[in-house]
């Protein structure tokens, strides 16, 4: 059973930082997309940032050159740092794994619970 624990949520002013964990716990196999995903009220959840096992990142163009996602691939941990946050970035933060099963192939999805990010002007 796999699980995702999310941390490092809170409250900030516009122009601060905050760094976001989370810890998986479980079988996520060697081949698998480590992404961090919000929703903002009102609002779809959306893509903010990814990583695959061998390091690529693929980026939202609202956070491209404030928000870094980084992964420990010993621990099977994914982080987002947030830099020069905004009002707009305001929203529920989820992290998601997605892992595929080895030699039959197909994708499974998984979701953290979520994690507050308020950022105040």
């Known amino acids: 059973q796999v699980r995702l624990v999310e941390s490092g949520g809170g409250l900030v002013q516009a122009g601060g930082s905050l760094r976001l964990s989370c810890a998986t716990s479980?079988?996520?196999?060697?081949?698998?997309?480590m992404s961090w995903y919000r929703q903002a009220p009102g609002k779809q959840r959306e893509l903010v940032a990814s990583?695959?096992?061998?390091?690529?990142?693929n980026y939202a163009d609202s956070v491209k050159g404030r928000f870094t996602i980084s992964r420990d691939n010993a621990e099977n941990t994914v982080y987002l740092q947030m830099n020069s946050l905004k009002p707009e970035d305001t929203a529920v933060y989820y992290c998601?794994?997605?892992?595929?099963?080895?030699?039959?192939?197909?994708?499974?999805?998984?979701w953290g619970q979520g994690t507050q990010v308020t950022v105040s002007s």
């Open positions: 990583i695959t096992n061998g390091g690529s990142t």
């Open positions: 479980g079988n996520i196999g060697s081949t698998n997309v």
């Open positions: 998601r794994v997605d892992s595929r099963r080895p030699f039959i192939g197909d994708w499974s999805t998984y």
